[in-house]
Every structure is written in structure tokens, then in C-alpha cells.
């Protein structure tokens, strides 16, 4: 037996080394145990010529300067499949949109009580002092204060800030708000808002951010890997922190291992074609019904595992009773999702079948939650699991994370990066919890902001509580782009004029900053200094993020800014903590430091890290590269219960059920979205999905040239299908419009096989570019998604985005084609 269980690790070693952690270039890098000890000084002074390793959301890279500019960038580990966005450092940094000066509106300056809002998007700008940038900034913030209470001062900001624990953008933001007065905020994400919500009342947690059971376990163990709606080989390109680069390597020995991959998407994406998968393309929004006729099919067969559903979950009765018809007389079966969904009933049969007799993972992304009733689907994922009854056996169950930051790479021993955090209203440093700031009770969740906005007073639902948006009448935003990250930007458009003030922190003229009152020039993450961490789950790195060039022209850091507004509001000392950047870096890494050495774990001090300028890497144990998540449950679910109520996966959710909302039955359920395929009378031809781009980070790297590598005749790519492109007269190349009731945007058309009929692909993230700026309704002409999506709730209990559920029209576009100017800096700048 001891032989069999050696035997059994010497093999996920072997899978784990794969993956396992990469060498930097001999010539650059080192390993934690070979660092040298010494230097207790450390300098933040420039390299001139020469490379300098640092990190970003897409992972370590190099870059080369000379004479003190920056003139290539590329991947810093060996033997890393290609990234493509690590290779345009130089365009980031010397961009024509940089916004280089403190700028304010014209009709916002000339009077901030009757600042035209009406005029955002198309006014012109002025130039002013920092100092006087900073004293407006805080005479209107407390004017706000003063007339509308803290809950008018909106510091919710959301969005992928840059890499660095030290300059998280949005945390510096609210730490400021609430040492000086309090704000109203946000809840929740656009990424993940539905699941986030009904994950806690299915499985205990929140899910989507999890660690995943380990890729070497995965590998080794699992027979059938079905990848549904997602695309991780574009999103496993960045992660939260900065990427280990690890998913890519893993996927691509996913394929390598000749499994059984299936791929469950309307489109044949760009994973699907790299493990040759078998591709299976429902009907947009119809997941929850395909997976409801797989389960009727095991029910009815009685191929499904009974001993795990009587004995780790609660309430499949009542679920067996709507599988099987018994109060709407409508069964769930194969033929009745063969109806909705448009795959074949024997595909459905087949795949029950496949699902129970092989030791299957179910992998899902994050875009089928992004839909009308989108926590359903997730549930319901759970639940056909559950039914398989593989939850907790290696290599099998469900995954909600692969496709996100490297989900499934083993954690390592690291020690932690703190960073930044929220502080108190004492002046003292605390651990980071952020319902000690004042304002922390004004937030409602982030997708509704538009109409809350729009509907100051108004109570909603959301997850067993009734909250009401606050009467917002100054917003504050950094390190985000809501003009391309929220839907129905006609509708965000009109709600952006509500409030009086607008103040935007960026590096680049964005739509967002186009739309603003009040803009401050900000450094990029290579003109400052950072410390960060690679791997959101495993930990794999310590990176130093040194300075590598000087401030373009009067570029400032959030910090330096918030510093000084600290000055304006008499918090700077409990605000800054008397430390300067470097001090807040070096108080990071002591912290993990001390970890470190309770871990009797070998890193070198501060002075030699920096010096050296070279990643720590760490190992992952053994008992990690093993880890298969809800072992522990399975293992014996009365020691070890979920976070639940019943301390099961909860089929049916009593407290769900208390709280009678209509749009959110308390079982996993079919309930026909707003607009999709299938309805009657349907306002729009094509079903429109909108997924993550492979070239950009939402709408980062927008303005590089690597935008040559996909634009078609300058404009965002759309996909379509090559028989409803033929029967639209349409071709590749083509700039086609694409249209319905919430807006109009102009695209390139991209004629293809890999997209099921009815339907059409364009990328979230091109940013929003007007023909008309400042016009409800202006054509865009740069293809931004976000223009066409419905901005409403999920549902009443987690109030997430339905970007996903979207019908469009699409024709070739016949009029005079208008340039693109998103790029250009406004009048004035």
C-alpha cells in the first residue's frame, strides 16, 4: 500500500513538473536560495540602458531601456507559451492619450454650481495648477458634504486598476474617503455578480474566487473535462495581481493528455479549437435547460449517484418534482431542452450517460452567470455535479475558477504581500476591514450604479435585504472605465449627468475621463515604485515593481494626490502614516519577511530584494499539488459541514425560498430571459455575446499597437456566422452596423464556421467612441459592446449585470465611414 501511494505522488510530481516553476533566464534571474545577503541600503535611482524585470496583470516581464527609454518589453521566465500583451510596455507609456496636465472642464470651471453637465464628453478643457487641481477638488467635496451628507460623495470606483500592492488606486481612493468624511460605495463585481450571491446559499462560499482542486490532480485523475462557456486560453493571459503564467502551460497538458475535452459554448472559441475539443453550441442563455434535460435523462435512467445526494445535499425533492413535471406538467426532458436549447435530445442522453460513467470535471467561466436570472445557471452546474456525485473525488466535481488568474496552480508556502488598506478613524494602522470607515453603510450593488444614479430614493431588493440608493451628487473614480465597463452606455450616459462634480483619476484620455469635470494625470505602474505577488492562488512570487522611467510630464501617483487632499482635510498624518512610498513598500515585504521566518522559510531582507531586483519563487508541497476541493467534505461531511445552513450543497434554499422572489425560485430553474432566441416577437435578429477579448484587458491596451493585430478596417471585430453573413451580403472586412432599441455601433465583420447561426461574437472593451460626443444615442463608431446590453438586475437577489442577454441587428454599413478619434485627446488637452 506505502509503494502504491509513493507511486501515486512520484506521478502528480511529475504532472505538477510540468508546470512547476519555470527559470527565470540564468543571466537575469536567481533563486530565492542563492540570493546574496548583504547591502542594507537600497536606491531608487533609474537604469539608463540595460533590463529591468518588474510585473503587470499579464505576468513578469523585461523591459529593455535605453538612454532612459523604454524601447522593448517582453516575457522575463523561459519557456512560457506566447503572451501577446506582454510586449507593448513602450505604448502604454508613451501614448498620445496621455493626459499630461491637472485638467478641468470649461463649464464645470467657469461655475461648479451650474457645471452643464449636459456638455460632458463634448466641452472644452483648461489647463490648471496641481495646487489649484487639489484646492477644487476639495472645496467641492466638502460643499457636497455639506448640502447632500456622505452618502452624496460616491467612491464606490471599480475597475482593473494596475498591479502593485502600494498603489492600488481604489483602496487609496477609499481610505481617504473615509478618514475624511465617509462615502457611499459599492457592492459585488461585474465579473462574477450572480454567482457571488448564490454561491454562499448552495455551497457555503463565495466559489467564484476559489482555489481550484490542483491542475496534477486534474491530469491524473479526471476522464472528461467539459469547458462550458468559458475561454481560458484568452483569459488566463492576466490575473488579478500580475499572472504565474501557469494556465496556459497547464492547458496546454490538458491537451496533451488526450482526455476527453468538450466544449459547451455558441461559439467555437479559440480554447476549444487548441484542445480539439468536441464543440456542443447551444442556444445563448440556455444553459440551465440543457443542463436540466442531462439531469431529467440520469433521473429517469437512474444513473445518477443517490448515495451523494442523500447524504451531502438538501432538498432534491422538491428539485426531483420540477425535473419531472409534477406541479407545471412539464417534464425537463431531453426533448423538451432539445426545444429550447436547439441541440439534438440523443447529443443530451449521450452526454448524461458520459457525465456518470467517467470520472468528469465540469469547468464553467463566468459568462453564463452575466445573464437575465444568471443565478441560476451556477446553481444548477452544482447541482448536475452533485447528481454525477463526483463533488470532492479527485479529478472530478465542478470548477468555477480555472479560466481566472490560473485557478487549479497549486498554492505555494509564499508568505503574504500586504498592501495598502482601508484604515480607521483612529489614525492607527489596522488589518484592513473596511466597515470601519465611515461611509461604509451607503453602498448598494456595483452593476446597478447607473440607476441609482438615476433614481436617488429608490429601494430595491437585494439578497433578503431592501436597500436605497443614496442621492449621489460628487463621484469620485480611479483605476476603472465605467463608460466601457457598464451596459446601456445611452443609459449611463444620461444618469452620468446627475451629479454635479466628476473627478477621474487616469493615466489616458478614456471615455470615462473624456466624461469627467475634473481629471488628474496619473503615473503609469512603470514610473513608480511597487511590490506585488504572481498567482491570485498560488503565491508562486514575490516581484519588485521598480520605477523604470521618470514621470511623463506632470504625471502624479494616487498616493502623492490623496496625500495632499489628506493635507486639505487635516487627515494627512493619519492618512499617510508619516511614510513615504519606499517606507510603505519595505513595511510589505517585513511583514511577509517576519512570516517568513515563523515558516522557517529563507528570504533575504528588504535592502538585498530590492537591490537585486529579481522575483522570489516558492514551492508548492506535495500536500497542495494533492489538493482536490471538498475532499474534506466528502470525506466526512458532519466534521467537516459547508458554510450553509444545513451544511450541505443546498439543492433547494429554504432561506432563498423566505425571501419569495419571483425571478429567483429556491431550486435551480429554466425561467425564460428578457431577450433571447426562442421568444416570440423578438425585438432584434441575432443574439449578441460580448466575452473577454484575447488582445486587451477589458478596455486596457485599447490605444496600443497591438490593436493592429485584430481591429478589422480600424474598428472592433464582430463574428458571424458564414450563412447569415451570406444571406446579409456581407464579407469579411466589411464595416457593418450593428444595431437595436439601446444604441447603434459600427464593426468589422469576421466571417466564420466557429459561431453557431443566429448568433454574433463582439468583444467587451473597445472603448466608446461617438460621432456625436456628449449625445444620447450617437452612433459609436468603434464597436463598444456595452452600447447594445441591457443594464438590468439578474434578479432580486444579487442584482449582477445580463450582458450576456442581448439581441441585436447587424447590416452592412452603407454610409460615409467616420474616422476614430477614441484615441484623441480632447479640445483643449
Not at 493626459?99 to 490648471?128: F, H, Q
Not at 470606483?157 to 457611499?184: D, E, P, V
Not at 508548492?620 to 459547508?642: C, G, K, M
Request: one cysteine or more; aromatic letters at 10%.
Amino acid at each position: 500500500m506505502k509503494n502504491q501511494i509513493n507511486e501515486k505522488r512520484r506521478t502528480l510530481l511529475r504532472y505538477a513538473a510540468i508546470c512547476a516553476a519555470i527559470p527565470f533566464a540564468d543571466s537575469l534571474l536567481n533563486r530565492t536560495t542563492l540570493m546574496a545577503a548583504g547591502a542594507k541600503k537600497f536606491s531608487t535611482s533609474l537604469v539608463m540602458n540595460g533590463d529591468v524585470i518588474t510585473a503587470a496583470h499579464w505576468g513578469i516581464i523585461k523591459v529593455t531601456l535605453k538612454n532612459g527609454k523604454i524601447i522593448k518589453s517582453q516575457n522575463a521566465l523561459s519557456g512560457n507559451m506566447p503572451n501577446s500583451l506582454q510586449n507593448f510596455t513602450a505604448d502604454l507609456v508613451y501614448a498620445k492619450d496621455r493626459i499630461k496636465y491637472p485638467m478641468v472642464r470649461k463649464s464645470y470651471l467657469k461655475n461648479p454650481d451650474n457645471p452643464k453637465p449636459e456638455l460632458r464628453g463634448a466641452d472644452e478643457w483648461v489647463r490648471v495648477s496641481y495646487q489649484d487641481a487639489i484646492k477644487l477638488i476639495s472645496k467641492e467635496l466638502k460643499k457636497t458634504r455639506k448640502e447632500k451628507g456622505a452618502q452624496g460623495v460616491f467612491a464606490g470606483s471599480y475597475g482593473w486598476k494596475s498591479s502593485g500592492n502600494m498603489h492600488n488606486s481604489r483602496t487609496l481612493l477609499q481610505r481617504f474617503m473615509g478618514m475624511s468624511g465617509g462615502f457611499s460605495g459599492t457592492s459585488g463585481d461585474y465579473s462574477a455578480g450572480a454567482s457571488q450571491i448564490i454561491m454562499p446559499h448552495v455551497v457555503g462560499t463565495i466559489e467564484v474566487y476559489e482555489q481550484q482542486t490542483s491542475w496534477p490532480v486534474v491530469l491524473e485523475n479526471s476522464d472528461v473535462v467539459v469547458i462550458w462557456g468559458a475561454n481560458p486560453l484568452l483569459t488566463l493571459k492576466i490575473a488579478w495581481t500580475s499572472s504565474d503564467q501557469k494556465g496556459l502551460e497547464y492547458l496546454k497538458a490538458l491537451k496533451e493528455s488526450k482526455k476527453q475535452i468538450i466544449s459547451i459554448d455558441p461559439v467555437c472559441n479559440e480554447t476549444a479549437k487548441f484542445l480539439n475539443a468536441k464543440w456542443i453550441a447551444p442556444i445563448p442563455n440556455t444553459d440551465v435547460a440543457l443542463m436540466l434535460g442531462i439531469a431529467h435523462t440520469m433521473l429517469i435512467t437512474g444513473e445518477y449517484n443517490k448515495d451523494f445526494i442523500e447524504n451531502y445535499t438538501e432538498g432534491f425533492e422538491p428539485f426531483k418534482d420540477y425535473l419531472l413535471g409534477k406541479k407545471d406538467k412539464t417534464p425537463k426532458d431531453a426533448k423538451w431542452a432539445q426545444k429550447i436549447t436547439g441541440i439534438n435530445e440523443s447529443i443530451i442522453k449521450d452526454l448524461a450517460k458520459l457525465f456518470y460513467k467517467n470520472r468528469t470535471l465540469l469547468i464553467s467561466g463566468y459568462g453564463m452567470q452575466r445573464a437575465h436570472h444568471g443565478e441560476q445557471p451556477h446553481w444548477m452546474l452544482v447541482t448536475l455535479a452533485s447528481m454525477i456525485g463526483q463533488i470532492g473525488l479527485p479529478g472530478g466535481g465542478f470548477g468555477l475558477s480555472y479560466h481566472y488568474a490560473n485557478g487549479g496552480s497549486p498554492t505555494t508556502n509564499a508568505p503574504i504581500i500586504g498592501g495598502m488598506n482601508l484604515g480607521n478613524t483612529s489614525g492607527k494602522a489596522d488589518s484592513g476591514a473596511s466597515w470601519l470607515l465611515k461611509g461604509a453603510k451607503y453602498d448598494f450593488p456595483v452593476a446597478r450604479i447607473a440607476e441609482a444614479l438615476l433614481n436617488p430614493g429608490k429601494t430595491i431588493d437585494f439578497n433578503g435585504q431592501k436597500i436605497t440608493y443614496p442621492d449621489i451628487d460628487f463621484i469620485y473614480w480611479v483605476g476603472g472605465n465605467p463608460f466601457v465597463h457598464h451596459q446601456n452606455t445611452n443609459q449611463l450616459l444620461k444618469a452620468w449627468r446627475k451629479p454635479r462634480t466628476i473627478v477621474i483619476h487616469d493615466i489616458y484620455w478614456t471615455p470615462t475621463a473624456k466624461h469627467a469635470d475634473i481629471v488628474m494625470p496619473i503615473t503609469t505602474s512603470y514610473e513608480r515604485n511597487d511590490i506585488t505577488m504572481t498567482g491570485d492562488y498560488s503565491n508562486l512570487n514575490i516581484v519588485p515593481m521598480k520605477a523604470l522611467i521618470k514621470r511623463e510630464f506632470e504625471a502624479r501617483d494616487d498616493y502623492d494626490i490623496f496625500c495632499d487632499l489628506a493635507r486639505e482635510f487635516g487627515v494627512y498624518e493619519q492618512y499617510s502614516e508619516n511614510k513615504n512610498t519606499m517606507e510603505w513598500i519595505k513595511s510589505f515585504y517585513q511583514n511577509a519577511l517576519s512570516q517568513a521566518k515563523l515558516q522557517k522559510i529563507s528570504m533575504p531582507d528588504f535592502e538585498t530584494f530590492w537591490k537585486n531586483n529579481q522575483p522570489l519563487t516558492f514551492e508548492a508541497s506535495v500536500e497542495n499539488q494533492e489538493w482536490a476541493r471538498y475532499a474534506d467534505f466528502r470525506e466526512d461531511p458532519i466534521l467537516e459541514p459547508l458554510g450553509t445552513p444545513s451544511g450541505k450543497i443546498e439543492i433547494y434554499s429554504q432561506e432563498i425560498e423566505k425571501m419569495n422572489y419571483q425571478d429567483c425560485p429556491p431550486h435551480p430553474s429554466w425561467i425564460e430571459p428578457i431577450e433571447w432566441l426562442g421568444m416570440k416577437n423578438k425585438p432584434a435578429e441575432f443574439a449578441m455575446v460580448s466575452p473577454h477579448p484575447g488582445d486587451r484587458l477589458h478596455s486596457q491596451l485599447s490605444n496600443t499597437s497591438l490593436r493592429k493585430k485584430y481591429a478589422i478596417k480600424d474598428r472592433e471585430p464582430i463574428w458571424i456566422n458564414q450563412e447569415d453573413a451570406k444571406a446579409k451580403g456581407i464579407k469579411t472586412g466589411d464595416i457593418v452596423r450593428v444595431f437595436n432599441q439601446r444604441g447603434q455601433v459600427l464593426a468589422g465583420a469576421f466571417v466564420t464556421q466557429d459561431i453557431a447561426k443566429g448568433v454574433v461574437r463582439l468583444s467587451e472593451g473597445a472603448w466608446y467612441d461617438p460621432v456625436e460626443p456628449g449625445k444620447i444615442g450617437s452612433l459609436c463608431k468603434n464597436g463598444c459592446a456595452n452600447v447594445l446590453t441591457i443594464d438590468l438586475p439578474t434578479s432580486k437577489l444579487a442584482d449582477g449585470n445580463i450582458a450576456h442577454t442581448t439581441l441585436v441587428n447587424i447590416e452592412k454599413y452603407k454610409g460615409k465611414v467616420p474616422a476614430i478619434t477614441a484615441f484623441t485627446p480632447p479640445k483643449g488637452a
